[in-house]
Structures are given as structure tokens and as C-alpha cells.
């Protein structure tokens, strides 16, 4: 069995191609909840979603996240009636939110109503929420981003610069200086269910080209996953979101500068040298493969940019093939 720790759009790349490389039903992907949120009363899943739609072969591939051939009616109204829209729910994606919210209301746990929606896309892998329990992403802007802010509804200095992480990556395009990121109700949560047996059972675990600081982190905030990945060290193989100092998408690059890190296959391999043995980094990274070995990690060196579900496909099996 392949468990694979995964945030949004790049580890739904990442999974399209192992999918490929080997039996969906050996797949099991663990991913991250922190980016959950309730909007318009609905509970929305966006990592989940992500990597549903993309697997379904029904994602928007411009966008990476949403379903493709999307109508926008239902925002429409909701702009009309002077209603915040600048988190945009397209009207078949609408249908999964309804579905997962009146579902949890009824006391069906995320996990299974995870694993209801990935049913009912067809697909053969499972699908598993790092916990069932509340975890929220939360992000302190920079104070000069901060004095930019249009918004000026709160009243303490702190709430004013703390926002969840849905306001930072949609609303505020994550185009803002970050202080710290912190992740609300970890250390009180539980794995969810199947997660440690995953993570146990597996013959290999890969942590995805996800964001490190917001995708994968919140995953090792919550108690015992981390511990359970230490464990398999030797067993466990990270790909690097960064190519040539960059993020293929969104800030994981901006964030790890502004947080500390450095933005290369070296920083990344700073951030998992305790939790994997081998990082897989892209071949425009070929000279920094000693730099990253100094770190305690062996280096892999391939194509790491997922343009088509083959190169996904080659990638994955490579992945597979240095597990070994």
C-alpha cells in the first residue's frame, strides 16, 4: 500500500499519476482539513475537493481547483443581494457542499462522507480528512501588508491582523507579507479515522509537492501523525514543491522566505530531513543534489513538473522505484 500526505493541487497532480503507476485501490491519500470552511452555511472542503475533482478527470485544469464547465448563477444572485462572493462556489461544485453539510448535520463523520463523494466520482483510492475534528489555518499578515487592508470591521489590534486562510490565499490573492501561521485546535484534535493505520501499513509513504508550511504542516500539527511518519522514516519519500528557488503554484515559495526558511530544495529538505530519507527534487535542481544530501536526506533527481498525468505517471513509478 502507497499513503501519500497531501495538501491541493499538487499532490492531486501527484496522485493522477500514481493512480497510473499502480492500482487506485493501493492508494491512500491523507489530506489536509485545515483549509476547511463554512461559507453561506456550507461546509466546503477545498484540499479534499481538489484532489476528488482532479481524480475524477472533472477538475478545471486552468484553475486547479473547481470543476471544469462551471456556471456561476448562484454567486451571481448572492453578489446581487449584496453578499460576500469573493469565495467563488461554482453551481455543480455547490451540489458537494450540500451534500457534505447536510450529511455531517445528520452525524455522519467527515470520513465517510468523504469517502460517499469519492464513491460517487468513481474513484478506487481512498480518500482520508487528517482529522474530523476542527483545525483551522490561520494567518498573521506583516504589520505593513496589515495598514493595507481594506478591512477595518474589527476592533482589536491582533484580530485585525490575524486572518483565516481562506481571507489570505482568495480574498487577499496571498499577494501580503506573512508574520506566522498557526493552526487553531491541532493539539486538541485526533487523527481521523484510518490515518495512523495508514500511515502504519504502508508500504511506502510520499509526501506530496504540497505546500510544506500550509499543506503538509498542518497534517504533522495534529498529534501523532508526525510521530507516526518519524517512525517510517526510512520508508518515506518527499517530493519538493520548489523548482529553481520557486513555487510551480500559490506562495509556498514567499513563505517559507517570509517565515524564516529557505525557498530552495535545500530549505524544503531543512523542513523533512526528520520525517523522510530520500527528497525527489526537479532536475533544474540537479547542482544542489550534494547541498540537500549534506542535509541528511538522499537526493533523487527528475522531471518533477507534472504537465500531463504521464509525466505524473513517470514520476510516481520513479518515486516507487527509489522507495525500494
Known amino acids: 500500500m502507497i499513503t501519500v500526505l497531501a495538501g491541493g493541487v499538487g ?110 466520482w468513481g474513484l478506487e483510492l481512498t480518500l482520508l480528512p487528517m482529522t474530523e475534528d476542527r483545525v483551522a489555518t490561520m494567518v498573521t499578515l506583516a504589520r505593513c501588508d496589515e495598514a493595507r487592508e481594506e478591512s477595518s470591521e474589527q476592533t482589536s489590534e491582533q484580530a485585525s491582523r490575524e486572518v483565516g486562510f481562506q481571507e489570505y490565499f482568495v480574498r487577499l490573492g496571498h499577494s501580503v507579507a506573512v508574520e506566522s501561521v498557526r493552526f487553531d485546535g491541532a493539539q486538541e484534535s485526533l487523527p481521523g479515522p484510518g490515518v495512523l493505520d495508514a500511515l502504519a501499513d504502508a508500504d511506502v509513504v510520499v509526501i506530496a509537492p504540497s505546500n510544506p508550511i500550509v499543506s503538509i504542516g498542518p497534517l504533522l500539527a495534529v498529534p501523532g501523525i508526525a510521530e507516526a511518519l518519524r517512525s517510517r522514516r526510512a520508508d518515506t519519500v518527499a517530493v519538493s514543491p520548489i523548482v529553481a528557488g520557486a513555487a510551480l503554484k500559490g506562495p509556498a515559495d514567499r513563505l517559507m522566505r517570509e517565515l524564516g526558511h529557505e525557498a530552495s530544495v535545500v530549505g524544503v529538505a531543512r523542513l523533512y530531513r526528520d520525517l523522510a530519507a530520500t527528497l525527489v527534487v526537479d532536475t533544474a535542481d540537479a547542482g544542489l543534489a550534494d547541498a540537500v544530501e549534506a542535509e541528511g536526506m538522499a537526493c533523487v533527481v527528475t522531471d518533477t513538473i507534472m504537465s500531463s498525468a504521464e509525466v505524473a505517471a513517470d514520476l510516481s513509478r520513479r518515486i516507487l522505484e527509489v522507495s525500494r
Open 11 to 120: 499532490a492531486a497532480r501527484l496522485l493522477r499519476g500514481m493512480v497510473r503507476a499502480v492500482p487506485a485501490s493501493d492508494v491512500t491519500a491523507i489530506v489536509n482539513t485545515a483549509d476547511d470552511v463554512v461559507l453561506h452555511g456550507l461546509h466546503v472542503s477545498p484540499d479534499l475537493d481538489t484532489v476528488t475533482y482532479t481524480l475524477a478527470e472533472a477538475g478545471n485544469p486552468e484553475t486547479g481547483w473547481g470543476l471544469a464547465g462551471e456556471t456561476w448563477q448562484a454567486m451571481d444572485a448572492l453578489e446581487r443581494l449584496g453578499g460576500h462572493a469573493w469565495f467563488r462556489l461554482g453551481d455543480r461544485d455547490l451540489g458537494t457542499h450540500l451534500h457534505r453539510t447536510g450529511r455531517l448535520a445528520e452525524g455522519a463523520g467527515l470520513a465517510a462522507v468523504t469517502a460517499e463523494i469519492a464513491a460517487a
